[in-house]
């Protein structure tokens, strides 16, 4: 005991200029990095928040039958015309039809309510 104090009670010597100016540029990355995991973070929960309590997707749509029914019916096309192509989408058909006087169309067609719920002229531009 030489009259010396310890070494954790000595004050903090200042750090050199240089030094100093490295320790405040860490310490701002470490705050700007925080704040933006922050508000990472915030704008995952506000995500899961949402999700739990956001509209519920409608039971309206049926994607199919169950697999003990099968489904009938009959879709009315204009006399003498063609299907050209169809798209099946949920419970919706499109045909797209060219008819014999040379004109074409697209039919859309509901299955569940059993009827043309569109039909679409297709024409050119200056005819």
């Known amino acids: 005991m030489n009259g010396e104090a310890p070494d954790h009670l000595e004050e903090e010597k200042t750090l050199d200029p240089a030094a100093e100016n490295v ?9 700007i990095n925080l704040g933006i995991l922050f508000f990472a973070l915030m704008a995952v929960m506000v995500a899961l928040v949402y999700k ?6 409608s039971d309206t749509v049926t994607q199919a039958p169950p697999s003990s029914e099968m489904i009938s019916g ?4 204009p006399p003498s015309s063609q299907v050209v192509s169809q798209s099946l989408d949920g419970n919706r058909i499109t045909l797209h039809i060219r008819r ?8 859309l067609y509901d299955l569940t309510e059993r009827r043309v719920i569109g039909n679409f002229e297709i024409g050119w531009q200056g005819q």
Do not use: D, T
């Open 52 to 57: 739990s309590f956001g509209p519920s997707p």
């Open 100 to 107: 014999n006087g040379g004109g074409e169309s697209i039919l």
């Open 23 to 31: 320790r405040r540029k860490m310490l701002r990355f470490m705050f």
């Open 74 to 77: 009959s879709i009315l096309l």
